[in-house]
Every structure is written in C-alpha cells, then in structure tokens.
C-alpha cells in the first residue's frame, strides 16, 4: 500500500495561469494573453556570451550561490542604478525569481506563521507561503485603487505575522506603489519584527519616468529586508532561469542553505550571459509596452470595460463585474465562444476581473481584442 503525500503539497492547485493557457492550447484557433512572455528575443550579445562560455567549456559546478563575477555584476548594477550596498557575499544567484521566493520564505517561515500579502496578487506567493506551512494573509487593495494602505497593513499585523510581501509594479494590476505609499508603509513597519520581501522583477518595466520606487530604499530595515530580482522580464530571459536574491549577510547564510540543497547552483555556462545582460538597455521593450498598453487601454475603454491604468509590468486587470458571472466562468466560456483566452481574477484573489497580458506581438493583441470585443457584444445582445 503507497502511503500518503505531504499534506501541504496536496492541499496545494496546480496554476490557474497555467491551466488556461493550457485550455488555449487544446482549443484550435484560440489565441491565449495568458503568460507573461515577452515576444521579444533575448538580445544577441546575451546569447553570444552564453555560447562563448559553453565553447569555453565553463560547464562544471560552480560555488552555490553563483560565479563570483556574476555576484559582482549584481552588485555594481544595484550600486550604480539603485545606490544599493549589497556585498557579493550578500547576493544569492537562483533558478530565476520563483526559486529565490521559495529559498526565501522556506528559511523564515515556521508552521503557522503569517505571510501578509497585498492582493490582487500573483499566485504562486499563496501557494509557495502554504507548503512552508505558513498563512497567507491577503490584504484587499482594490478599494484603494490597487494602492496598499499603511493603515490596512497595521491592522493586519498579529504577534503570528512573519513577513509582509511587496510587488510593484504588480502583478496582474500594474500598479506602481507610489513614494507616500512606501514612506507610510516604511513608518508602520520600522519598528515592527517582520521581513519585508520586496518582489523588484518588474522594476524597469515602469512607464512614469525611470524606474519604480522600491520600498528596499529604507537601508535602516536592511536586515529585514529581502530584494527578489530576475533577468527574466527586462531582459526577455524567461527560459534561462536565472535571478538573485539580496539580503543582509546572516540571513543569506541561512537561504544559501535551502537553496544549496535544493538546486546546488543555476547553470554555469548562463552566470556570463547574466553578467551581460546587464550591460543592455530595456529602454526600446518598455517603450513598445507603453504603446501596447495605450492602445489595449483605448479598446478596453471602447468596450466599455473599467480598468486602472497599469504604470509599469505587461498586464491589464479590467473589472468584468458587469456581466453577473464569476471570472473562471467568463474565461471559459470566453474560450469556447470566442476563441480567446485570458486569465480569471479569482486565481489573483481578486473576484469581478480578468487579466490580460500585452507582452504579445500588437497583431496578436490586436486579435485578442477583437475577439474579446465580439464576446461582450455576445453577452450583451
């Protein structure tokens, strides 16, 4: 007789995002604004520099929390663009941002610790929090316009609550907390003993002026603070996997831990195409983006479907709440009916909308649109 499965896993769902791209692709014809993946290649001397260290034959291990090089690389970039402080011991290269949240939350939380997240949010916080055997305590911002109120986190703060996580620019909203936002929450947690994770991923994707603000500005939480980042969206790197962590040297001790025993260390032969990518300008993609956005903003206003600007990331989040009908039934039928495919709010917490992705190529958007245009017109006829 097999004997049970860790209960944590099992209580666990598989990816909304993915099971309806997954539908998308069973369903001849169906054009999917799911995922976020950018149409854009990884730039050539990305790639070049790849191929020159696999030629180089820089396929061995290498020490477990990325090439020294690379961590230096990391280092100097933050320095020069952020006027951050980190020391190479002090970063921890990972299976791109996913495994550096799951290394994080792994080596913070206890069973029955609270996780604080803002949401609408990406899915993968609950699910990562829940097999740490930790709570995830969402915090509703749509009433604040996706803003996080300072306010609303002191509330939520128990003697149980182990860490509060920020991503901006969101996922799916777009939403870009503002500098009043981050001084507010910055007042109520100073003095308070719980991490900040700080989901920075989309930071160069924001569409008001340089880069988003970050609450990892407040050096006096630095022990408290953990920096998750990724070459996957600015650098269009999806597949590679490839990002880091930065946190203060005691705590990396204790991630480098789970991250060495889980993944030993990301591919050697992608630290120098890491160090590269570094040297690109995502100028030219976000600017394609803000002109996807604009024109997928004009349409959804045509449509008659209310939607909060995005200020940064790929992604729209229009209320669908008009219709009657909950947001995995509207992606469903939206599937059948008229061959398009987005994901339901309610996989973000965030019941009454859908999100769609505009990282895609404009014909595609342009596609999605008209035949998300045709299913409204079907539901209001």
């Given at each position: 007789m097999?004997?049970?499965?860790?209960?944590a896993?099992?209580?666990?769902?598989?990816?909304?995002?993915?099971?309806?791209?997954?539908?998308?692709?069973?369903t001849?014809g169906?054009?999917?604004?799911?995922?976020?993946?950018?149409?854009?290649?990884?730039?050539?001397p990305?790639?070049q520099?790849?191929?020159?260290?696999?030629?180089?034959?820089?396929t061995?291990y290498?020490?477990?929390?990325?090439?020294?090089?690379?961590?230096e690389?990391?280092?100097?970039?933050?320095?020069?663009?952020?006027?951050?402080?980190?020391?190479?011991?002090?970063?921890?290269?990972?299976?791109g941002?996913?495994?550096?949240?799951?290394?994080?939350?792994?080596?913070?939380?206890?069973p029955?610790?609270?996780?604080?997240?803002?949401?609408p949010?990406?899915?993968l916080?609950?699910?990562?929090?829940?097999?740490?055997?930790?709570?995830?305590?969402?915090i509703?911002?749509?009433?604040?316009?996706?803003?996080?109120?300072?306010?609303?986190?002191?509330?939520?703060?128990t003697?149980?609550?182990?860490?509060?996580?920020?991503?901006?620019p969101?996922?799916?909203?777009?939403?870009v907390?503002?500098?009043?936002?981050?001084?507010?929450?910055?007042?109520?947690?100073?003095?308070?003993?719980?991490?900040?994770?700080?989901?920075?991923?989309?930071?160069?994707?924001?569409?008001?002026?340089?880069?988003?603000?970050?609450?990892?500005?407040?050096?006096?939480?630095?022990?408290?603070?953990?920096v998750?980042q990724?070459?996957?969206?600015?650098?269009?790197?999806?597949?590679?996997?490839?990002?880091?962590?930065?946190?203060?040297?005691?705590?990396?001790?204790?991630?480098?831990?789970?991250h060495?025993?889980?993944?030993?260390?990301?591919?050697?032969?992608?630290?120098?195409?890491?160090?590269?990518?570094?040297?690109?300008?995502?100028?030219?993609m976000?600017?394609?983006?803000r002109?996807?956005?604009?024109?997928?903003?004009?349409?959804?206003?045509?449509m008659?479907?209310?939607?909060?600007?995005?200020?940064?990331?790929?992604?729209?989040?229009?209320?669908?709440?008009r219709?009657?009908?909950?947001?995995?039934?509207?992606?469903?039928?939206?599937?059948?009916?008229?061959?398009?495919?987005t994901?339901?709010g309610s996989?973000?917490?965030?019941?009454g909308?859908?999100?769609l992705?505009y990282?895609?190529?404009?014909?595609?958007?342009?596609?999605?649109?008209?035949?998300?245009?045709?299913f409204?017109?079907?539901?209001?006829?």
């Open positions: 097999r004997p049970d499965m860790n209960d896993v099992l209580g666990v769902k598989p990816s909304a995002i993915r099971v309806f791209s997954a539908l998308a692709n069973e001849p169906c054009i999917a604004l799911t995922l976020g993946e950018p149409d854009f290649d990884t730039p050539m990305v790639r520099a790849a191929i020159d260290s696999l030629i180089a034959n820089d061995h290498i020490q477990n929390n990325g090439h020294i090089r690379l961590r690389a990391v280092c100097a970039f933050e320095r020069d663009r952020y006027g951050m402080d980190y020391a190479p011991d002090e970063v921890i290269v990972t299976s941002a996913t495994e550096g949240l799951f290394a994080a939350l792994f080596s913070i939380i206890r029955g610790d609270e996780v604080l997240v803002p949401t949010a990406f899915g916080y609950r699910s990562i929090i829940e097999l740490c055997r930790g709570v995830f305590r969402p509703p911002t749509e009433e604040d316009g996706f803003q996080l109120s300072a306010e609303a986190v002191k509330r939520a703060l003697p149980r609550t182990k860490a509060l996580i920020l991503n901006s969101n996922n799916p909203t777009g939403c907390y503002t500098e009043e936002t981050l001084k507010a929450l910055h007042d109520v947690l100073k003095d308070a003993p719980v991490f900040v994770i700080t989901d920075d991923v989309y930071r160069q994707l924001c569409y008001l002026g340089g880069d988003a603000p970050s609450f990892s500005i407040y050096r006096d939480m630095r022990d408290r603070l953990i998750v990724s070459f996957s969206k600015p650098y269009a790197m999806t597949g590679w996997r490839l990002g880091y962590l930065l946190c203060d040297r005691d705590v990396a001790l204790q991630i480098g831990k789970v060495q025993f889980s993944v030993v260390s990301t591919a050697s032969f992608s630290q120098k195409a890491g160090i590269q990518a570094f040297s690109e300008d995502p100028t030219p976000r600017e394609t983006y002109a996807r956005r604009d024109y997928a903003l004009s349409r959804l206003d045509a008659g479907l209310e939607c909060v600007a995005p200020q940064g990331a790929f992604y729209l989040f229009p209320s669908i709440a219709f009657g009908m909950d947001s995995e039934t509207f992606c469903r039928r939206m599937i059948a009916e008229a061959g398009l495919a994901t339901p996989c973000f917490g965030c019941e909308h859908i999100r992705t990282c895609y190529s404009m014909d595609q958007l342009r596609e999605g649109l008209d035949r998300l245009a045709r409204i017109h079907i539901l209001e006829s």
